[in-house]
């Protein structure tokens, strides 16, 4: 080899010694997406503190008026309707920040941020699902912090409970997947915000939130057992420790003469997050 040679390679021989590994590992971005959620998250507590009312209000104002409304009618079928709605307002406060993730990814794209996504090292079905754990550990947050007031409902503080909580990420997790399919569908904001404000309160209505999903008229008790969410309201409504009517005949949900099992309830929910995901994913890849 000529000194040349050996002059050229060496500054290249040292280059590659000292040079970081800039090689992004299989977790980062992911890490760095969830991070990125996390931040928004702490930056806000006025938000943080505002997801809370909503859920109070209902289980304050609205269950404790039905409460009152059904005993002096005499036709109080419901032991305790604050413990019954209970479930409905934990799943409802989860779904507003889950859903939050698929409109920052709207204005991500439409301020620019996101062509800065696409053209980093990273494979892009991790962005959506960096993107969509930090939307569901966002929407876990508000999830616990209604938990913790669960005594208002008589809710017990049992280790159960953090069952409860898995099932509520299962669920936020749920809306953040739908979420992120809608932003990778529709490109306007305002469209976007029209679609999700229009999917969101009848997904909610025909839950079995706000009532029993048994003894329905035939239209309505074919859309609730048509409904995703009736079954992630019935399995947080079945593990949650309280009082009888969480868990009484009147109250579970039946198909024909079937109760569907929680872990059956969990499943499809999973298989929906899956299904979502993937199609979000597959739509994103294909992003220009």
């Known amino acids: 080899m000529s000194r040349t040679d050996t002059v050229a390679q060496a500054p290249v021989e040292e280059r590659a010694r ?11 971005p992911y890490l760095l997406l969830w991070r990125r959620e996390m931040i928004r998250l702490r930056h806000n507590p006025v938000r943080l503190a505002m997801g809370l009312v909503t859920p109070l209000l209902f289980l304050v104002v609205l269950g404790t008026g039905l409460d009152a409304a059904s005993g002096n009618l005499g036709k109080a079928q419901l032991n305790d309707y ?4 209970f479930p409905g307002v934990l799943v409802m406060s989860v779904q507003a920040p889950a859903i939050a993730v698929g409109i920052s990814l709207v204005w991500d794209r439409r301020l620019g941020v996101l062509r800065q996504m696409l053209v980093a090292p990273f494979p ?5 699902l960096g993107l969509a754990l930090g939307g569901a550990t966002t929407g876990g947050v508000y999830g616990l912090l209604v938990l913790s007031v669960g005594g208002i409902a ?6 159960v409970l953090l069952l409860v909580l898995v099932e509520v990420f299962l ?3 749920l809306f953040t997947a739908l979420g992120l399919l809608a932003a990778v569908t529709i490109r306007q904001v305002d469209t976007f915000q029209v679609v999700v404000n229009l999917s969101l309160m009848p997904l ?3 839950s079995g939130a706000m009532f ?3 003894g329905l008229p035939g239209w309505l008790a074919v859309v609730v ?3 995703p969410l009736t079954y992630g309201v019935d399995a947080v409504r079945r593990t949650l420790p309280g009082p009888d009517v969480l868990s009484s005949d009147q109250t579970r949900l039946m198909i024909g003469d079937w109760q569907p099992p929680v872990a059956a309830e969990l499943g499809l929910l999973a298989a929906i997050i899956a299904l979502a995901l993937g199609v979000a994913t597959y739509r994103f890849s294909r992003t220009p």
Request: glycine residues 2%; aromatic residues 10%.
């Open 82 to 85: 604050r413990a019954f709605l």
């Open 225 to 227: 057992k048509l409904n």
């Open 171 to 173: 669920v936020s997790l």
């Open 204 to 206: 909610m209505f025909f």
């Open 154 to 159: 008589s809710i017990r503080y049992e280790p």
């Open 212 to 214: 029993p999903p048994n």
């Open 124 to 128: 892009r079905p991790s962005i959506v």
């Open 18 to 28: 000292v040079a970081p590994d800039r090689r992004p590992g299989a977790l980062r």
